[in-house]
C-alpha cells in the first residue's frame, strides 16, 4: 500500500544511512556551512564572540541532552562536569603543562571518571532523587575547585595561557570563532548519529521505560553508565576550551544557576532533539544581548541595577512559559509551524486507508 | 563546647523551618520546592518593607510581614504549580526553580541587592543573651529555636488532630482518592503551599532580624534541603533529628576545618545519605531499586 502524500522513498540502505538526504536539505547545509566559513568577513568581532559563545553552550546542551534528553537522567550537577574540565586544565598550567595536548586527554580522562562516580548512584537512584545526587556532586567538585582556588594563595582565579601546539597560537575572535563552530559541529555529528544508532535507541527505551528497556535485552547499567561519561566527557572538555577562551578560571563561573542555565536550554530548545540543543543554547546565550539591546531602545538611560534584573527575570519568566505551554520547546514550535505549511490547506494529517 | 552546642541548635531552628517547607510541600504534591531558599528572603524583604512603613511597631510588621508569606505561597500554587498537576514531576520542580529566579528578580528590582537590616526599622533590639554555661546566644537566636519549637509543635498538632490536617495528610498519600472522598484537593495543597512559604517567611524574619538581609541568602534554602532529604522527603518528623545532625556537622567543620568545608558539608552529608539509604532517616522506603 502506498502512502500517501509522499513522494520520496529510499531505496538503498545508502540513502536510509545519508544524514543528508534530500537535495534541498543538501543545499541548505552547504548555504549554512557557507555563511559559517565567511561570517568573519562581514561580522564585527562582537558578533563573531557571541556566536562563539553559542557555540560553546551548544556543546555543553548536546552533551546535557544525550543524559536528560536521550537516557532521561535529570541531571543539575551540568555546571560541576563543566568545572570539572576548567578546574583539571587550571591544576596542569600551575604545574606548568599548558599544550592542549596533553590537557584535553587529562580532562577527558577526569571528566570520564567523574561522569562514572555520579553515574554509578544513578543505577540505585530515580528521578529526584539522582537530581539531588548530582546537585550534591556540583556542590561537592566546586569546594574542591574553592580549595584549589584558595591554596593558589588567595588570588580570584587561575590565569590560562593561549593554547599552543607546534608553533600554532590559538587566539584572537575569528580563531576562537572557527575552532568552537567546528567543535560544535563535530559534537552536532556524533550526538546526531548516537541518537541513531544502537546507544541512542537503546537511551531512549531506557528513558521511556527501563524495566521494559532490560527485558529486550538492553544491559541499563551499561548503558546508563555510557550517557554518564559520554555527558561528562563532553562538558568537561567544553570546560577546557571555555578556559582557554576565557584565559582565566575561578569558582564563581560555575554556580548552580550556570546549571539551571543547560537545563533552560534544552527544554527551551525541545528535550531529546539535538536541534532544540543548539537552538535553545543559542536562545539563552542571545537572550541577555537581546533584552541588552531592547532596553537601549526603549528606556535609553535605564539604571543598570535594573538591567540585570530584568535580565534575570526574563530569563525565569521563559523558561517558566516553556514548561507550562509549550514542553516540546522551540523545535516542538518549529515542527508545528511546517506541518501547518506541509498539510494547509488542511488541518490534520490524512486518515490511511487500512 | 556548650557554644558550639548552642550554635548547633540555632543553625538546627533555621534548618528545621526551611526543611518543614521542602517535606510539607513534598508530601503533597510529590515536588520538591527548589525556591524554598528564595522565599525565606522574601519573607525578610516582607517585614523590611512593612517595618518601613510602620516603624517602631515590632506587633503589628512581625505578624502582617508572615502573613504576607503565607498568601505568597497561595498564589504561587494558583500561578505557578496548578498549571503544572499532570505534567513530568521533574517539570515542576523546574518550574519551582524558575520561581526562585523570578523571585530574586523581582526582589533585587524593587529592593536593589544592597545589604539591609530591618531590625532598624522595627524598632526592637537584639541585645546579646549569656546562657549558664558560659555560651552566648543573640536574641533572637533564642527567637528562632523557640519559633521552630512552636511551629513544629503547631503542624503535629493541627496534621494529627484538625479536620483539615487530616484531609491534607490523605490528599497527601492519594490524591484521586482524596478527591473521590470529596476532598478539594486543589485547596489542600494551596494550604501546604501557604504552610511551606510562611514556615520559609519566619525563618527569613527571623533570620534578616538577626543577621543581616541581602538577596544572596537564597543558598540557605539549598543547604536545608539536604537536611529535608536526610531526615526523609516525607517525613516532618524526620526534620528535626536531621536539623540537628546536619547543624552539628556544620558547626564542627568550622570548628576543625574551614569555612569552605562547612559551606559544603550539608551536601556531603546529603551524599551519603542517598548512597547509605536514600529514602532518609524517618521517609517512607519508596522503590528504589538496583539495575
Known sequence: MAALGGGYFKTSYEADLALIDTRLRRAAVAALALGLLLLPRFASSFTLDLVSQAALAAIGALALNVLTGLAGQISLGHAGFLAAGAFTTAALVERGVTSPLVTLPATALVGG?????????????????????????????????????????????????????????LRGTVAWYYALVVAALVVLMLAVNLQRSRAGRAWMAIRDRDVAAASVGINVARYKLAAFVWSSVVTALAGTLFAYQRGFVSVEAFGFFVAVEYIAMIIIGGLGTALGAVLGAAFVTLLPYVIDGAVAALAPGAADYYIFPAKFGA???????????????????????????????????????? | ???????????????????????????????????QGD?????????????????GAPAVSLPLAALLSALTGVLVYVVLMRPMAGHPVFAAVLVTVTLGILLRAAIVLVFTDRTRHPLQNLGLANPPRPLPGGAVVSTFDLV?????????????????????GIQMRAAGEDALLASQRGINFHGVFALSWALAAFAGGLAGIIYSSNVRLEPSLDVLGLRAFA?????????????????????AVEVMSIRYGNPLLSDVSPFLCLLVMLLVRPWGLFGTREELERV
Open chain 1, 113 to 169: 571518571l567523574l561522569g562514572l562516580a555520579v553515574g554509578v548512584p544513578s543505577l540505585r537512584l530515580k528521578g529526584l532523587y539522582l537530581a539531588l545526587g548530582t546537585l550534591a556532586m556540583h556542590h561537592v567538585v566546586l569546594y574542591v575547585a574553592g580549595e584549589m582556588q584558595a591554596r593558589a594563595g588567595g588570588n580570584t582565579g587561575f590565569t590560562i595561557p593561549p593554547a599552543r601546539v607546534a608553533g600554532l597560537v
Open chain 1, 315 to 354: 530569563f525565569g519568566l521563559l523558561m517558566a512559559l516553556f514548561l507550562i505551554f509549550e514542553p516540546l520547546g522551540l523545535v516542538g514550535i518549529w515542527r508545528r509551524i511546517r506541518n501547518w505549511f506541509f498539510l494547509w490547506p488542511f488541518r490534520h494529517r490524512p486518515l490511511r486507508a487500512s
Open chain 2, 1 to 35: 563546647m556548650l557554644q558550639a552546642l548552642a550554635t548547633t541548635l540555632v543553625v538546627a531552628s533555621l534548618y528545621a523551618l526551611l526543611g518543614a517547607g521542602y517535606v510539607l510541600v513534598y508530601r503533597s504534591s510529590r515536588v520538591l520546592n527548589l525556591a
Open chain 2, 39 to 55: 522565599l525565606l528572603t522574601l519573607g525578610g524583604y516582607f517585614l523590611f518593607a512593612v517595618a518601613a512603613a510602620f516603624p
Open chain 2, 144 to 164: 528562632m529555636i523557640g519559633t521552630a519549637a512552636a511551629l513544629f509543635v503547631a503542624l503535629f498538632v493541627f496534621l494529627k488532630l484538625s479536620p483539615l
Open chain 2, 227 to 247: 537536611v529535608a532529604l536526610v531526615g526523609g522527603l516525607d517525613s516532618l518528623a524526620g526534620v528535626i533529628p536531621a536539623a540537628i545532625l546536619v547543624a
